[in-house]
């Protein structure tokens, strides 16, 4: 499965981040509770900082530091201080104060100007509060704190248990600093925060390198690239201003605008996102250029205040243009071009908007994406013909349609729906969409999101049939999607779950299946469902082998590694579905060692009829003891333990499950089954992201985890050529991947999906990719096996695991 994200984290700009917001908060100045520093904030943060001023080459001739508040009420400052302390400190030093009052008003910032350099032309904005303080351009910690009083502590965790501290950025190489110190600062940049002030407790992740952009409580700020700021114009300024959204996009990914100011952009609004943490609202110029590479909307972001216009309203905004990072920079994402903290005039109402641009089979190239060695794209100027990824970047924000597109991924619990606007790309037998290499990715497919009131419920293979409408727009959850106005209706493509072919008396049969996360804690529903699934679906295997099952608490972190009462409890199930009375085997783990959930100590079991299967029982394995293979073909091949595991002391398995390997015997046939489920792709640059091609970080130890299972079972071939095995389990990989293609490495495996056509090889569906991840391979050995998938999860919107598991046949 992908990398474990909790639901908190999902939505659209809080796609990999959660922004609380205070609770009805309204009205007139109010003081509002501080948290401690190792609390993301809901309201006042640090959002910019600025050591450089006055320096060699920098404009501003003043350093500052600025706060932002993504609250919905004023923040009162009464009280509070900014602080500083320099990048390495000693048992002397001392943190510098610069008190400040007033209030940060709500989705807006405050202006604290510190010392002024010998250089520089450019004076700050006016500002809100006055300091002295002489900071470093390159590397020094500053601090919001609920006190006047200078701070005592000189290391991070010190700093991180003092209460008093309400935010804290730590840039270059200081030693105090949340989690990674922020990067990008020296005499011309400052550090600063995105136009949300996202705050996850990582400086690194939080801040990047820009040119300073000083803002004080009044909205009056600039770029500090020289000139004066761009003013902030009254509401009765109704002269549109020079600058149109064409302009601010630009012809490559990055605004030409970003981190200045605009003034009275024009342009209708075409969609409003009027709930969640992320409001704003689109607008789309009626006058567009020639140019087919720069696009007509742009998203303005209101933070958590509710926008104060309509559909159909023409609106002149001036506001600061940002490139927003869903995610977070260094998740590898695109940026999206934004109008952050607007003024908006509205000269009239019921307008009409412009016709959405229509996307069908012919409009998107079949070219993914461009290719910069690895490196970004964003500098690269938009090639909107040659590339998909180009072309949506070019129609970022504007209004797009699709009419009777095909469903290629089911509905997630986020009413989040992939459909395919290239139908004949790739397509399976049940209408989704195959991935068949890393070099082609499927350029067709689009998610769709709602920003009606209206559920869908699609299936893979069902039809959205009518027109969806609506903005375009970007997040790290799936890239480029349109953000519905007008959502189409669901007509079934009347998908129904494989129920696989029933075993003969001779036939040994081996199954796998991710349970994903499977918890006493889960509903009994998930566990009945399941059940049926083993019983009904894969018509009950001799022997199972489960990938997450979790200990007897689940997620709580408590040290607990037993997981006997979820097994009995899965076990219950079966036995009340008809099925078997299964026995299991397993190893537990040592606590927190094998990945997963945090808490919840997943592992690899097997399950087993002893009615129709024998476990052979060898003493000393555990979770640390390697597993061996004994003996000689002549004589005769067992485990040193069984169960056992391989090598799980090797770095290969560092924070990831080891293989479970298990003696059995059938009729009296010795087979061994190698239980495994490899690392995520956790920390992967996504598909659709600004570095392509991307890289994949991950594969490296799910590399050295094949080279583990190949030298064992070559072990076990070496001393029996003829033995049979069976290597099974959730690879999170393809069937062309490196760590695969290692795996088979000298012919001691065959992939048994191989062996299906194209258009079938899959167990589990990502970003509207049918893909495999779950694999079952067997020795030389083993004639003429046979095999199914069975798919009953992942093309469903109603599922019970996210991977479909499949089944072998040994006769």
């Known amino acids: 499965m992908p990398p474990f994200i909790p639901p908190a984290l999902r939505g659209r700009r ?28 809901s309201d006042a943060v640090i959002s910019e900082v600025f050591g450089g001023g006055g320096n060699a080459g920098a404009n501003l001739t003043n350093d500052f530091i600025e706060l932002g508040n993504a609250g919905d009420a004023p923040f009162d400052l ?140 009044a909205g009056t700020g600039g770029d500090g690239g020289g000139g004066d700021p761009s003013p902030t114009p009254s509401p009765t300024d109704t002269t549109p201003g020079d600058v149109r959204i064409h302009d601010i996009q630009g012809a490559t990914r990055l605004s030409p605008y970003a981190g200045k100011s605009v003034t009275n952009v024009p342009g209708v609004v075409t969609a409003i996102r009027a709930t969640g943490t992320s409001r704003g609202f689109w607008i789309q110029d009626t006058k567009p250029d020639s140019d087919p590479a720069t696009s007509e909307g742009v998203f303005v972001f209101t933070g958590s205040s509710t926008p104060q216009v309509k559909v159909g309203d023409s609106v002149l905004v001036s506001a600061k243009v940002t490139e927003y990072y869903p995610g977070g920079k260094a998740s590898g994402s695109q940026s999206v071009t934004e109008l952050s903290g607007p003024t908006t005039t ?35 100027e938009l090639e909107p013909s040659k590339y998909a990824l180009d072309w949506f970047e070019s129609r970022e924000g504007m209004l797009v349609q699709v009419k009777d597109t095909r469903v290629v991924g089911a ?155 979820t097994l009995a409890k899965f076990t219950d199930a079966i036995k009340k579905a008809g099925g078997p009375a299964y ?111 991307p890289t994949l970080g991950s594969e490296t130890q799910r590399l050295s985890q094949a080279k583990e299972v190949n030298t064992f079972v070559s072990s076990l071939l070496a001393k029996d050529k003829n033995a049979k095995a069976v290597v099974l389990g959730d690879m999170n990989d393809y069937q062309y991947s490196t760590p695969l293609t290692t795996l088979t490495r000298g012919g001691v495996l065959t992939d048994l999906i191989n062996r299906l056509p194209v258009g079938e090889r899959y167990s589990y569906v990502y970003d509207g990719n049918s893909q495999t991840l779950d694999h079952i391979l067997v020795t030389p050995g083993i004639h003429n096996p046979g095999y199914e998938l069975v798919h009953v999860n992942a093309e469903f919107s109603d599922q019970t695991s996210d991977h479909d598991p499949q089944v072998v046949r040994i006769k």
Not at 14 to 41: C, D
Not at 671 to 678: E, P, R, S, Y
């Open 14 to 41: 809080a796609k990999a981040i959660a922004i609380a917001l205070p609770i009805g908060l309204a009205g007139s100045l109010i003081a509002l509770p501080f948290t401690a520093q190792a609390t993301a904030s």
């Open 78 to 217: 009464t009280g509070w201080s900014v602080q500083y302390l320099s990048g390495s400190p000693t048992a002397t030093s001392k943190w510098q104060v610069t008190e400040i009052e007033g209030a940060i008003p709500a989705g807006g910032n405050y202006l604290v100007e510190e010392a002024k350099g010998a250089g520089g032309d450019t004076a700050l904005p006016t500002p809100d509060a006055v300091g002295t303080i002489g900071m470093s351009a390159s590397s020094g910690t500053v601090a919001l704190v609920h006190s006047t009083t200078p701070l005592a502590c000189l290391t991070a965790a010190d700093c991180a248990a003092d209460s008093s501290i309400k935010d804290l950025v730590g840039f270059g190489t200081t030693v105090v600093r949340e989690t990674s110190p922020a990067t990008g600062a020296d005499n011309t940049h400052s550090v600063s925060r995105d136009a949300v002030f996202t705050d996850t407790d990582n400086n690194s992740v939080d801040f990047s390198g820009s040119t300073p952009s000083p803002r004080n409580s």
């Open 346 to 380: 509205v000269l009239s109402s019921g307008n009409e908007v412009p016709e959405p641009e229509a996307i069908d089979a012919k409009t998107l190239p079949r070219a993914y994406a461009p290719n910069a060695d690895g490196g970004s794209i964003e500098p690269l």
């Open 411 to 565: 509905t997630n619990t986020y009413n989040e729906t992939w459909i395919t606007t290239k139908p004949e790309q790739n397509p399976t037998p049940s209408g989704g969409t195959v991935l068949t290499g890393y070099n082609d990715p499927n350029s067709g497919r689009l998610l769709v999101g709602s920003l009606t009131a209206d559920q869908l419920k699609a299936n893979v293979g069902d039809t959205l049939t009518g027109t969806t409408a609506g903005p375009l727009d970007y997040a790290n959850f799936g890239g480029y999607n349109i953000q519905a106005t007008t959502l189409g209706k669901v007509k079934s493509g009347d998908l129904k779950p494989d129920v696989a072919k029933p075993g003969k008396a001779n036939e040994l049969s081996i199954a796998t299946y991710n349970v994903e996360n499977l918890a006493p804690q889960n509903p009994q529903s998930k566990f009945d469902q399941l059940a049926q699934g083993i019983v009904k679906n894969l018509a009950t295997p001799d022997v199972v082998s489960l990938e997450e099952i979790q200990d007897n608490n689940g997620a709580t972190d408590d040290g607990t590694v037993a997981a006997d009462q």
């Open 583 to 693: 026995e299991w085997r397993s190893i537990d783990p040592e606590n927190k060692t094998d990945g997963g959930q945090p808490g919840g100590n997943i592992r690899n079991v097997f399950l087993f009829n002893p009615e129709r299967v024998s476990f052979v029982d060898r003493p000393g394995g555990d979770a640390t003891t390697p597993v061996k293979v004994v003996g000689s073909g002549k004589k005769g091949i067992t485990l040193s333990a069984s169960p056992g595991r391989i090598n799980p002391t090797s770095d290969a398995w560092k924070s990831s499950r080891k293989p479970l390997v298990g003696e059995f015997t059938f009729q009296g046939q010795q087979v061994f089954i190698i239980g495994n489920h490899f690392n995520s792709k956790g920390g992967d640059q996504p598909t659709h992201g600004v570095f392509q091609p």
